[in-house]
Structure formats: C-alpha cells, structure tokens
C-alpha cells in the first residue's frame, strides 16, 4: 500500500461529504489528481487514511457548482451528436442531395432541438433529448 502523507485542494463531490477530488502527494509521481469514491475497490491507496487528512479542510459540495458540471457534460453530450450525427450528413453536399426535402427538413430540426438543448426547462439536471432520423 501507497502512503500519502499530503493533499491538496480537496472539493466535495456529492452532499453526503463521500466523494471528493484532490491532489495526492504520491511518493513516485508526486502531486497528481485523485478522485476518492466510495465504490473504489483498488486498495494501492487507503482512503481512510485520505479521509483523515482531508478532515474539515475541503470546499464544501455546491449544487451550482454540480450543476455547471452537469450543464457542461450535457454541452459536450451535445456536441457529439452533433459532431457525430448532424455533421457529416448536412455538410456533405452528395450526401444532403441524395436526401428527399422531407429527410432534409427532419434533419435540419433535428439540428435546431439539439442546439436548443440548454433552453429546455430541466436543464442540466432533465433533458429530453431529440429523436435521431432514420
């Protein structure tokens, strides 16, 4: 087992104070990122021992912090189907042809609810997120 005898800017991940980020002081590597979870099974690190040296001393979980998290993860989950989905059927011209004006048209929306993702009334926390064409 890895000791660790400092960390560093320790956040609280969830309300129940049970997950955090921070910066351990690894004896190899030395300050790297550490993400202490409950559900962590490697035992290289003792986490008992982290949560004794985190103690009181961490930012405090902030649901606006989480849910810019969310919002951001949700924006890039976005950007993927966009990237991956959208892209490459409206910016090749012999592709966007061979479509018929209907296929187009759900396309185009398709386009237009996926960037209109964030002004949904749940966002980040409920997205209904846009049907695919077929």
Same mark, same amino acid.
């Given at each position: 087992?890895? &000791? ?5 800017? &320790? ?24 993400? !202490? ?44 189907? !966009? ?52």
């Amino acid at each position: 087992m890895v &000791a660790i005898t400092e960390i560093r800017n &320790a956040r609280s991940m969830n309300a129940e104070n049970t997950h955090f980020d921070l910066e351990i002081n690894h004896p190899d590597y030395g300050w790297i990122p550490y993400a !202490l979870t409950p559900w962590d099974t490697d035992n290289t690190i003792n986490n008992t021992e982290l949560l004794a040296l985190i103690g009181s001393d961490y930012v405090a979980f902030s649901q606006s912090d989480e849910d810019a998290r969310q919002a951001d993860f949700s924006r890039y989950q976005r950007n993927q189907r !966009l990237e991956n989905e959208v892209d490459p059927i409206v910016t090749n011209p012999l592709r966007w042809a061979d479509l018929t004006t209907e296929k187009q048209n759900e396309w185009t929306q398709y386009r237009t609810d996926l960037l209109n993702v964030p002004q949904q009334a749940g966002f980040p926390n409920t997205i209904n997120w846009p049907t695919k064409p077929e």
